[in-house]
């Protein structure tokens, strides 16, 4: 249960301060970056791809927070969720690391086309996303991102708001630099969680008052992160129970037939949660499984990448996992009958 809450909490904290570096580079160039983003379609996949292609899930993480803001689409989550695999992207490349590196090329590529068609689906079936954040927004009221002359006047008569967030940030660094959340070995996840809560911290230590509060607390802090952490921490622990007590015994399932396991590798990825899809990179590794399948399994599984939209839309969950499902499978069928 420990290391549920630990994970919870890393995921809503990254998920926190990418929302709210999102909503800060909205106010810095006035609303233009997000609005030349949201119109380059094939911009959205080329980057929510490169995103996914990060070991671990902190991109798809980002990706989630800007398709909750409507910064990027619904393709682009997509496109992010093909291309990462999740944690298992490390094992893969302590294991076989040349063959790990062609496996997410592929997914890299694979993200970038089922981005576009993802979206193509979409407009020719009019799915509905039904986000609950209505989007980006710049006020007419002063909402300065570095009032230097009021700082300091705006420390002396600290609002609520920006006391708390610096206390939460404060001990969010702590706890990262101490290794109580994170990884514990200085790697470049580490380093990225403690560089963007620093860079968290100083704009809620430096931003106008209007900002702070209205941006960042009624909009992030008080609608989307309880959402986020609830709905989180809940699939954890459902996921674990499941997990923990389903004996899967996929030496007799391979024995049933390659399209039988090639089924059940799709299956076992719909699981929205790292672990369950560590025993295919093992089984690859062991010669006893095509890498078809393991392709396959990393298609439709994305880590905890999708845990922070169940918050958001669960029908935009539930439509991307059926998406990578289908994909998963023809891609996979596709790769057994061409002999990989």
Same mark, same amino acid.
């Given at each position: ?47 929510? $791809? ?38 298992? $992207? ?161 030496? $007799? ?20 949660? $790292? ?66």
């Amino acid at each position: 249960m420990i290391d549920i809450l630990r994970h919870t909490f890393l995921i809503t904290g990254f998920v926190f301060v990418m929302m709210l570096v999102i909503e800060y580079l909205n106010i810095l160039t006035a609303g233009v970056w997000g609005r030349r983003l949201s119109r380059n379609r094939w911009g959205q996949y080329l980057l929510a $791809s490169a995103l996914g292609f990060l070991p671990g899930c902190l991109g798809a993480f980002a990706v989630v927070a800007m398709y909750s803001h409507r910064v990027v689409g619904f393709g682009a989550v997509v496109a992010a969720m093909i291309a990462t695999a999740g944690d298992e $992207s490390f094992v893969m490349l302590a294991l076989f690391p040349g063959r790990a590196v062609q496996i997410l090329a592929v997914l890299f590529v694979l993200g970038i086309a089922g981005g576009a068609a993802a979206d193509l689906f979409m407009r020719r079936y009019g799915f509905s996303e039904s986000l609950k954040c209505a989007g980006l927004e710049i006020h007419d009221q002063s909402c300065a991102c570095f009032p230097r002359s009021e700082i300091v006047k705006q420390w002396r008569e600290c609002i609520p708001a920006r006391g708390i967030l610096a206390v939460v940030l404060g001990v969010v660094i702590i706890v990262i630099i101490t290794g109580q959340v994170g990884p514990q070995e200085w790697n470049w996840i580490r380093q990225t969680l403690l560089a963007v809560s620093v860079i968290a911290l100083f704009i809620v230590a430096t931003v106008h008052d209007h900002f702070l509060e209205d941006h960042m607390w009624n909009h992030i802090a008080k609608k989307h992160i309880p959402r986020i952490f609830l709905w989180t921490l809940g699939a954890l622990v459902v996921f674990y129970v499941l997990t923990e007590h389903l004996e899967l015994s996929l030496e $007799s399932i391979a024995g049933r037939g390659r399209y039988v396991f090639l089924l059940t590798a799709c299956l076992v990825g719909l699981i929205p949660q $790292s672990g369950p899809h560590m025993i295919f990179v093992t089984f690859y590794a062991k010669g006893a499984m095509p890498i078809s399948i393991l392709i396959a399994n990393s298609i439709v599984q994305e880590g905890h990448g999708l845990l922070p939209l169940l918050a958001e839309s669960k029908r935009s969950v539930l439509a991307i996992k059926a998406f990578k499902f289908i994909l998963g499978l023809v891609i996979g069928a596709a790769a057994l009958e061409a002999g990989y």
